[in-house]
């Protein structure tokens, strides 16, 4: 016997539901299983969105951490001598030290001396000066005025499973820098393409350039000649520090009085540019390159560090302060560059190394390594160590943990000053395609594209998509509404790959060439319906009672694709008339402006194309869903559909119409493969709508394949992804927000 059950709680027999004991208990229990299940999922939902929040606050929590070195040892050699350099293996095994005899090898642990190789030609002299160790070749300047090139090797070996490391000397000719035969004071040494270029300084400000040509002729041996130059520097106090970049193009002279001089080297004589004054009321006491020799550090007698760059200016090219860094408490000893990225370290007399960052500009880490002066100073060759020599004999080496120096909110949010900009610019390159790449990590460009791609693809959608709720919900025929409503509906299954696709091959290059005519559109078709409806209203009332209410739509999409048509014929006249027949160049000189083929506009047709979906579906949901007595009471006091609309539905619709909105800018803030597809990607600060931008969402989907698992790109993305994420919260709180806010004053009608 079949049963129902009526909707008042009593069966079809008008027997109650009581009576049926087990069917209660039955649906009893369904209703407690349902409820159960709701709630446990509406918590599944939220604890995942809270993890997910949580592995990426995980994953982006070691960018900040601080910086920390650990002392891994003390040691005195027996070398007895003072060590003027010092540097070390990969492994941290062996530290090689020069000294007034020459170069030394020493064992890390335990300081005893391994090797002493003989510097060929020495002689009796010693070693006065050295040029850093850490630098694929280095220079020794002797007393009796000549100069020894020489290059450290380093091999490893396997013995009983363990891998060893054998230092080696690699010695050339020694060059004679002063005739005169005065012992080399300062020095720097460089192999540049024509060959090796050293600069010495024996006494005063006199600073002797050779220049070493070697020619190795097919047939025969090779020739070997020295170009000699002197160079004399207007110097106020002598010449305290020199610095030679890898090219052998560019010198830099620090003096006694704070001045800094730069000379370009060529094959005539040296232009000496105007001295800068680097260190007023010091003395230059440091000066360095970091890797890639872009940037000059100096360190004067009063502590101060600052970073230095050669940038182009009215007068040609010129020394420009970069940053200033946290100063010591005493002079400024040594220098040491990173060959890993731009840090660096500096030392003091007080025995106090500081850890700096060249491109940020900040100090990072303070350690106090020796009770005396620090005379020599050298980071590992991976930078997870650093050693420091004092003017004891000491040698202490450091175990250095700074995985993403790089990274400070200043650097990812802030204008930054890299090498080779004339000022502090927000810039994303993450990759480059050398060693001494300047990595730059600023996600405001990629915030800046995220806004841009999101308001242009907002500014086609919105009105369409409101205005076709509107038009639906209140003036198309219910038949005609009950067609278009679902086939609006499934463009939103349109896959965002399919539309990226067509955007950036088929609809790129069809919308180039009618840019003016796409301009004038709104325009042309909207004067095009507007005329039709005047024409319309002067017509016979036999003829518009043919046309039933609400289905006008079959007269407006003839009017639109003859207004569109109108409108791109205009276009081509407008641009030959007033643009100068090519309007890319007319944008180019008039207002400085380039058009890329896959730029803002490209992307506003393509994600409006996605989000109107969406945006039309709630808004006409919100919009059919207003009680018919206020439109009927509004029509029967004399107001017209179209006020009735605008002044009693629209407003009533309202908290509706703003969450269709807000779900919409959400969608198009997210939009990845249309964005990734129909730009060009390129990471720029630029409102111009004909130019491309990178958006958050692209930069994951681009950079992430490439990026090293833990490395500063890889967390770096996973704070664009926090980035979306808070930027979807935000939307979706005030969107909720006001929703309640609107609900609340409208629920009363």
Not at 5 to 28: C, E, H, I, K, T
Not at 156 to 168: K, N, P, S, Y
Not at 483 to 491: D, G
Not at 618 to 646: F, K
Request: net charge positive; proline share 7%; charged share 15%.
């Amino acid at each position: 016997m079949r049963e129902s059950v009526a909707a008042g709680g009593a069966s079809a027999a008008g027997r109650p539901l009581a009576a049926f004991p087990d069917r209660l208990r039955r649906r009893q229990a369904v209703d407690r299983f349902s409820r159960r299940l709701v709630g446990v999922g509406g918590v599944a939902i939220v604890v995942s969105i809270l993890a997910i929040l949580v592995v990426i606050v995980i994953e982006i929590a070691p960018l900040f951490s601080r910086p920390r070195a650990v002392r891994v040892g003390t040691i005195t050699p027996a070398v007895r001598s003072l060590l003027l350099g010092v540097t070390m293996d990969e492994l941290q095994q062996v530290v090689a030290v020069a000294t007034a005899a020459g170069i030394q090898f020493v064992s890390a642990d335990d300081g005893r001396v391994l090797a002493s190789p003989p510097l060929p030609g020495r002689g009796g002299a010693e070693v006065t000066a050295v040029t850093p160790l850490g630098r694929r070749v280095f220079a020794l300047g002797l007393s009796d005025g000549r100069v020894i090139p020489a290059e450290l090797k380093f091999t490893e070996r396997f013995t009983g499973g363990r891998r060893l490391v054998d230092a080696g000397l690699l010695a050339g000719a020694a060059v004679t820098a002063d005739p005169d035969r005065r012992p080399i004071r300062r020095l720097a040494y460089a192999v540049g393409e024509q060959g090796p270029v050293l600069a010495a300084v024996a006494e005063g400000n006199v600073i002797v350039l050779v220049a070493i040509r070697e020619t190795r002729p097919l047939v025969g041996p090779p020739t070997r000649e020295e170009v000699r130059r002197t160079l004399a520097l207007p110097a106020d106090g002598e010449i305290t520090a020199l610095a030679l970049d890898e090219r052998g193009d560019h010198l830099f002279a620090g003096t006694s009085a704070g001045e800094l001089f730069q000379a370009t080297l060529g094959e005539g004589e040296p232009a000496v540019l105007p001295a800068v004054a680097a260190a007023p009321g010091a003395a230059i006491t440091a000066l360095g390159f970091l890797i890639g020799d872009r940037t000059l550090i100096t360190g004067d007698s009063d502590g101060r560090v600052v970073s230095w760059q050669v940038l182009p200016g009215d007068a040609g090219p010129r020394l420009t302060r970069i940053y200033t860094f946290r100063p010591h408490a005493a002079a400024v000893t040594a220098f040491a560059p990173s060959g890993r990225d731009k840090g660096f370290l500096t030392a003091d007399a007080g025995g106090v190394v500081y850890l700096h960052y060249g491109t940020t500009g900040r100090t990072r880490l303070v350690v106090t390594a020796q009770a005396d002066a620090i005379s020599a100073l050298t980071f590992a060759p991976k930078a997870n160590a650093f050693a420091t020599a004092d003017t004891a004999g000491r040698l202490s080496r450091f175990a250095l943990f700074n995985p993403h120096p790089e990274i400070t909110l200043q650097a990812l949010f802030g204008r930054v000053w890299y090498e080779g900009y004339p000022r502090p610019a927000y810039v994303w390159q993450s990759t480059g395609g050398t060693d001494d790449f300047e990595a730059k990590f600023s996600l405001t460009p990629l915030v800046f594209g995220t806004l841009k791609g999101t308001f242009y693809a907002l500014l086609i959608a919105i009105p369409l998509a409101l205005l076709g709720a509107l038009y639906a919900s209140q003036f198309m025929h219910p038949s005609l509404r009950a067609l278009v409503k679902p086939v609006v509906e499934i463009m939103a299954a349109l896959p965002s790959v399919v539309l990226g696709f067509l955007a950036g091959l088929w609809l790129a290059p069809v919308l180039t060439p009618i840019v003016p005519g796409v301009f004038l559109l709104p325009v042309v078709v909207s004067l095009c319906i507007l005329l039709a409806a005047l024409l319309w209203r002067q017509a016979p009332p036999t003829w518009r009672r043919r046309l039933r209410p609400g289905m006008e739509l079959f007269l407006i999409i003839p009017l639109v694709l003859l207004g569109g048509w109108v409108a791109l014929r205009l276009g081509g006249l407008v641009e030959s008339a007033l643009l100068g027949g090519d309007y890319r160049h007319w944008l180019r000189s008039a207002l400085g402006l380039t058009h890329d083929q896959r730029n803002s506009l490209v992307v506003g047709f393509a994600m409006g194309f996605a989000v109107i979906p969406i945006i039309f579906t709630i808004a006409e949901d919100a919009l059919s869903n207003v009680p018919p007595h206020l439109a009927a009471g509004s029509l029967a006091l004399g107001a017209s559909r179209w006020q009735t609309a605008l002044r009693v539905v629209v407003p009533t619709a309202s908290p509706g119409i703003f969450s269709a909105v807000m779900i919409g800018f959400g969608r198009a803030v997210g939009e990845t493969m249309i964005v990734l597809m129909a730009t060009g990607n390129t990471p720029v600060m630029d409102w111009s709508i004909f130019s491309g931008f990178r958006a958050l969402s692209a930069n994951i989907a681009v950079e992430l394949p490439e990026a090293p698992h833990g490395g500063t790109l890889y967390r770096v993305l996973f704070v664009a992804a926090l980035l979306l994420f808070v930027m979807t919260f935000i939307v979706n709180t005030a969107a909720e927000l006001v929703r309640l806010r609107l609900r609340k004053r409208y629920q009363g009608l």
